[in-house]
């Protein structure tokens, strides 16, 4: 969850004012607090988190390989 999180404000930050981009500092607030968050996680929450993520990143790498040769 704090990944996602943490995707969507850093995607915040690219948003241009005329598409009616939050004001800096609020993106930059909630990537600092999941960033904060997640190294304060205990240590098995975070290797299994990582895990996770890896393997959904892995499998859609081999889905995309599969689909377009």
Known sequence: MLAYYAIANAAALT???T?????????VLGLTGCIALAFALPPASATSG???LALG???YVLRKAVNHP
């Open 19 to 27: 598409e009616a981009r939050p004001p800096r500092a609020v993106p």
């Open 57 to 59: 990143a892995a499998l």
């Open 50 to 52: 990582a895990a996770v």
């Open 15 to 17: 948003l241009s004012p």
